[in-house]
């Protein structure tokens, strides 16, 4: 992935979020579009690469994106010690915490969403909080090897425009399994060709994970500018 900035992109602007933790801004040159709080996977942090070259692609298209870590991610920061998620109720406390502060001080339409796991809770609060549209990378539909239990009750529900970017081949969602869910007519799902769960395809699809990025970020910049 890219180590570089498109043009026209300011840099990271880091900020103190009221929930104790940093905030990264990745903003566009100019009135941004619309703006999406990006939340990280379990494993990964806020500045991982794919959420450095996701952030950095969606500002050039325009949308400004505000990343912040969950709690204990944050702590790992401090240590280096790894830990597992905090408790669901603690994961969902946070990120209603992050929106209200990030909504007070933007104007316009206002996403929320995730990596994996960041996406799946930011699903659980989409309706709840009202947002403008739900935004989904790699969507964790079930846990490695259980795609008989599925984790999409409430996707059957959800009313909030939601966009799903997922890898045909991801080992927590794959096409074939995804197809049998009964998901609400607000969900849309952009299947990209033999990507895994951070959407690199297999090289002998043709594609490369740039193209794949590339292809993610001109898809989520489209649906919060529709």
């Not at 991610?73 to 406390?93: C, F, I, S, T, V």
């Not at 790699?138 to 970017?165: C, D, N, S, W």
Request: with cysteine; net charge neutral.
């Amino acid at each position: 992935m890219s180590k570089g900035r498109e043009a026209g992109i300011d840099e990271d602007q880091c900020q103190q979020g009221q929930d104790g933790g940093s905030w990264l801004w990745d903003r566009p040159v100019g009135e941004p579009r619309a703006t999406l709080i990006l939340a990280h996977g379990a494993g990964a942090p806020m500045d991982s690469a794919f959420m450095q070259e996701m952030a950095q692609l969606l500002a050039a298209r325009g949308i400004a994106v505000l990343r912040f870590e969950f709690a204990y991610m944050a702590a790992r920061r401090l240590d280096g010690k790894k830990r597992p998620p905090n408790p669901q109720a603690k994961l969902l406390e946070q990120w209603r915490a992050v929106y209200l502060q990030v909504r007070q001080q933007v104007a316009g339409p206002l996403a929320i969403g995730g990596k994996s796991m960041g996406g799946r809770m930011a699903s659980l609060l989409a309706d709840e909080l009202n947002v403008d549209a739900l935004v989904c990378l790699g969507y964790p539909f079930y846990a490695v090897g259980k795609p008989e239990k599925p984790r999409v009750a409430h996707l059957a529900e959800l009313q909030t425009p939601t966009l799903i970017i997922q890898g045909e081949r991801d080992a927590l969602g794959n096409r074939q399994a995804v197809a049998g869910y009964n998901l609400s007519e607000s969900v849309r799902l952009h299947w990209l060709v033999a990507g895994d769960h951070d959407l690199k395809p297999l090289k002998s699809s043709g594609f490369t994970h740039q193209q794949h990025l590339l292809s993610a970020a001109d898809a989520v910049a489209a649906f919060l500018c529709r």
